[in-house]
């Protein structure tokens, strides 16, 4: 009797776990399932990069062995290369990506303090200009561009062709249209009842301005400067016809370059160009991730 | 008990009291808004300032070029914006104009400058003006004049820039430069021989800094006179100088080029910008004419430049589409997955799920390019053991490694947006849904589905928009490869319209600005159609008051 009820309860034990994995299953294990393939399938490419980047020397096929060798290697080589100045594109890249977003953002608030609390003529019509332009980025006229800044090397070398004074010019030709928009509407969210007070204290426009309003919209700008910074980080068009000395190039220009030269045989040390690359992007995106979420959804960007 | 106060009394006090506390209240803030006022107004006059000092250099750089158009230009935008920074109306203007200026030079101006430059033959050979293509052609076939006289020469400097002083087989004497003709001077020391040895307010040379600046000194070439077919000087030495005289002869009042040594005469061709024979041969370099909608009867007219306009055209259009449904479709499918509160671990999935979104797109591109490179890339040679499968050099495989690496590159971002719309839709929707007796299927379609898409369309549009022009992965990954040799311009079969601008403009020897920007032109028409319809269908802009 006892031994024939332990069998059942056995039984009833095994077909009960089996029951529940089953369950399990249905409910949230093939989402994992899912889940692990996508996330390998995502970080993939960037694990052979890293692995590559790791192996001192690589060529495309030795790259395949994935981390069959450590060392720091290529990162000596990369900053020792002789026609590419690889330290001197890292810079440009930081500095023009800093100047453009920090530029960016000053215009597109300014702009955008007009649109949200001041009433004039054409006010409606200029913030739909502003909407159907960013339908038109500036890479569709890279060809008059690129001819207007030769036109004015002729008059100012110091922000003409092959300055990064010029290219920065040229970016923030696109400093409105979307983040204008997007900082319009985030300006409106801020009570006109805050401007009115401090209106009543005797504070002026520019007053109100740079003090309070700056201040409130704090997140917005944050989110439109890192936007920008990635934007530019990641601009090729017109910075690689634009830029034309080496040291004056930025790292998407430099690194194309510097690839499509010896597309094989470099690869290790591109690969470890690239790392340092995404570093300070990568970080920045995780880091503020939930902010640029919010402003992606509100004003889609790439 | 305190007696109780009249309203009289109470008025009176009061205001006496109210008119106090105002006339502090003033003059405090008039005192606030004087110090602030006066810092204000230093940072705005120095602004200004600085914007002016720089308008008036350009504006005399012009005036030298005899610029009149931008000098006009540049002169009422000057004033303009002097204007409304110092007048007390012109509120928005004041907030507005900084960017605006940026915005029409770099964004609108550049538009309607493609808009002309379609209309031109602008590209190589034909660069410049007519006067700078005469020069030119005029220098390039300079060559020394057999048993030319030599000249005495003394090379001499001012301010880093070199000149001859030349002493003529007459003995005058006279001084000039590259850009400066010969003139006569008479203040010149001489030595024994009568050959000018310096001038004042110049340095002349020594040997061995004529030896140390060779190269300088020999390609510098002074023209006789103002008129180029007289002829040049040059010294190979530093001691004597030779004429050198041009094969070809310009004919102003003609409008001629005569080849002196063939005596073939090349006459102005005002259609196309250059001087030609009669049999047809061109004089290079000409120069930018108008040649109305040459550039557009090309495009359209020629066959082989046509047939890939027509292919590259609708590959674009077939790149952005399928783009946007692959990413939305994947992104979505996942937001669904991950959607579930009992899941755990969500976050961890997510965020290596947007690690390719964090990534720069650009080496996103190239590092694909390395894993599909076929003889040494990762999928062939381990995913595929070692087959050579051209995933980027045959056509239709590199097109769907395009939209294949697009999907890895875009799906995070369709996923992320995904998440939040369906996020937003009510929980009690799903309940009364269920409790009706849908099945989860009929909820998705029927009720998630409609709402999400209501959220999502814009970016949909936006995102179309963004692959429509998406340069960096293409010109990255295929760089618009595998090229299609019977085409007569520079474009491959993955190329979009936007890639195949940038190599008829920028890549290889025959650089055409023209007809790129009569490609820009296309793409213009195409953007706007395509945003006119999807505006019209989402009526996002009436949201705008």
Request: proline share 4%.
């Amino acid at each position: 009797m006892q031994v024939n009820n332990r069998e059942t309860s056995d039984r009833i034990v095994v077909r009960n776990s089996s029951f529940q994995f089953k369950r399990w299953f249905k409910a949230t294990g093939w989402r994992h399932l899912i889940g692990v393939f996508m996330a390998v399938f995502s970080a993939f490419p960037l694990v052979y990069v890293l692995s590559a980047a790791l192996q001192p020397g690589g060529t495309l096929i030795t790259a395949n062995g994935l981390f069959s060798e450590v060392s720091l290697g290529s990162f000596v080589t990369l900053f020792n290369l002789p026609q590419q100045p690889y330290a001197a594109w890292y810079g440009n890249t930081l500095i023009i990506g800093v100047i453009t977003s920090i530029g960016t953002v000053f215009l597109g608030a300014l702009a955008a303090y007009s649109f949200s609390r001041m009433r004039f003529f054409g006010r409606r019509g200029g913030l739909l200009t502003l909407v159907l332009l960013q339908m038109f980025p500036q890479l569709l006229a890279v060809v008059a561009i690129f001819l207007l800044l030769n036109g004015i090397s002729d008059i100012f070398p110091a922000i003409g062709l092959d300055s990064q004074v010029g290219l920065i010019m040229v970016y923030l030709g696109g400093a409105l249209g979307v983040n204008t928009y997007l900082m319009y509407g985030f300006f409106n969210t801020i009570p006109a009842s805050i401007d009115e007070a401090a209106k009543l204290d005797g504070a002026g426009h520019a007053r109100i301005f740079f003090t309070i309003i700056l201040r409130l919209v704090a997140p917005i700008l944050a989110v439109v400067g890192l936007l920008s910074f990635i934007g530019t980080t990641n601009e090729f068009v017109i910075a690689s016809i634009v830029l034309i000395s080496p040291e004056n190039q930025t790292l998407a220009v430099g690194l194309y370059q510097f690839v499509s030269q010896k597309f094989s045989t470099n690869y290790s040390v591109f690969a470890a160009g690239a790392v340092l690359a995404a570093l300070p992007v990568m970080a920045l995106f995780l880091w503020l991730q939930k902010y640029i979420v919010g402003g992606l959804t509100a004003g889609s960007v790439k | 008990m305190p007696t109780p106060r009249t309203g009289r009394d109470r008025t009176a006090r009061d205001n006496s009291l109210v008119t106090q506390w105002r006339q502090s209240k003033r003059a405090g803030r008039i005192a606030e808004a004087a110090s602030v006022g006066i810092k204000i107004l230093l940072v705005k006059i120095l602004l200004l300032g600085i914007v002016d000092a720089i308008s008036v250099y350009a504006l005399f750089v012009l005036f030298l070029k005899q610029d009149w158009v931008i000098f006009g230009l540049v002169l009422a935008v000057t004033l303009i914006v002097n204007w409304i920074y110092f007048s007390k109306n012109a509120l928005p203007a004041k907030y507005l104009t900084p960017g605006l200026i940026f915005l029409v030079i770099f964004q609108i101006f550049v538009v309607g400058y493609s808009g002309y430059i379609a209309f031109t033959n602008y590209g190589t050979g034909h660069n410049s003006t007519r006067a700078d293509a005469v020069a030119s052609l005029i220098a390039s076939a300079q060559q020394r004049v057999p048993d030319s006289v030599a000249y005495d020469i003394t090379v001499i400097e001012q301010l880093g820039a070199y000149s001859l002083l030349v002493t003529d087989p007459d003995g005058r004497i006279s001084v000039g430069g590259t850009d400066a003709p010969l003139r006569e001077v008479t203040d010149a020391e001489t030595d024994a021989d009568g050959v000018a040895t310096a001038l004042p307010g110049y340095t002349s040379l020594k040997f061995s800094d004529i030896a140390a600046n060779q190269e300088v000194i020999a390609a510098l070439s002074v023209p006789l006179t103002d008129d180029p077919n007289e002829g040049v000087l040059r010294t190979p030495d530093g001691s004597k100088a030779y004429l050198d005289l041009s094969d070809l002869v310009y004919d102003e009042a003609a409008r001629t080029m005569t080849n002196t040594t063939t005596n073939v005469v090349y006459a102005e061709d005002g259609t196309v910008g250059a001087f030609a024979a009669e049999d047809g041969t061109e004089l290079r370099p000409g120069w930018k004419v108008e040649v109305g909608f040459d550039n557009f009867a090309r495009a359209f007219g020629t066959e082989s430049i046509r047939g890939p306009l027509i292919n590259v055209t609708l590959w674009t259009f077939a790149f952005a589409f399928l783009s946007v449904a692959t990413t939305f479709a994947l992104g979505l499918f996942l937001a669904l997955v991950f959607n579930d509160l009992r899941m755990r671990g969500r976050n961890v999935y997510r965020v290596v799920l947007i690690l390719p979104y964090a990534f720069p797109a650009f080496l996103s591109a190239l590092v694909w390019a390395g894993l599909l490179n076929p003889q040494f890339g990762f999928v062939n040679q381990v995913l595929f053991g070692g087959a050579e499968i051209p995933w980027l050099t045959n056509e239709w495989l590199a097109k769907f490694s395009i939209i294949f690496v697009n999907l890895w590159l875009g799906f995070p971002y369709m996923f992320l947006v995904c998440t939040g719309a369906l996020q937003s839709i009510p929980g009690e929707l799903q309940e009364a849904a269920t409790v009706d007796g849908a099945r989860p299927w009929q909820v998705f379609r029927l009720i998630k589905l409609p709402l999400l898409l209501v959220s999502v369309a814009p970016l949909l549009i936006s995102s179309f928009a963004f692959n429509f022009n998406n340069f960096n992965l293409i010109y990255m990954l295929t760089n618009g490869g595998p090229r299609d040799v019977t085409a007569g311009v520079n474009v491959g079969a993955t190329d979009i319209l936007i890639s195949m601008v940038y190599k008829v403009a920028f890549v290889g020897a025959n650089r055409d600005y023209g007809l790129a920007s009569a490609f820009s032109i296309i793409i213009f028409l195409l953007v706007a159609i395509v945003s006119i319809i999807s505006f019209r269908q989402t009526k996002a802009l009436e949201e705008l008051n």
